[in-house]
Nanobody, 125 residues
Framework: QVQPVESGGGLVQAGGSLRLSCAAS????????VGWFRQAPGKEREFVAA????????YYADSVQGRFTCSRDNGKNTVYLQMNSLKPEDTAIYYC??????????????????WGQGTQVTVSS
């Protein structure tokens, strides 16, 4: 069983930065791509970013391109999401998930099999 666990969320002012971490047990986590999604109150969960299993390829939603950076340390079974220039509209619960279906697009939620419980990010104006 793979259980991702997110951490690093919190309250930050607009323009500030946070770094989220997604750690999971098991060697199989490091052999898979990992994605980040978020869900704001009253809205559907949406794709934020993803990283290939090697870390050589990253993918971002247009809304975070240039502000967020996804990276990973496979030796630590951990994936990171560095979030800079945060905006109030970035406020949401952020989830990481293992991409169990390589054939599906990175932005498609159904391509991910193991999900964390989420970490709250709140950006004040």
């Amino acid at each position: 069983q793979v259980q991702p666990v997110e951490s690093g969320g919190g309250l930050v002012q607009a323009g500030g930065s946070l770094r989220l971490s997604c750690a999971a047990s098991g060697r199989t986590f490091s052999s898979y791509a990992v994605g980040w999604f978020r869900q704001a109150p009253g809205k559907e969960r949406e794709f934020v970013a993803a990283i290939s299993w090697t870390g050589g390829n990253t993918y971002y939603a247009d809304s975070v391109q240039g502000r967020f950076t996804c990276s990973r340390d496979n030796g630590k079974n951990t994936v990171y999401l560095q979030m800079n220039s945060l905006k109030p509209e970035d406020t949401a619960i952020y989830y990481c998930a293992r991409k169990g279906s390589p054939a599906l697009p990175y932005s498609r939620m159904s391509g991910y099999d193991y999900w964390g419980q989420g970490t709250q990010v709140t950006v004040s104006s």
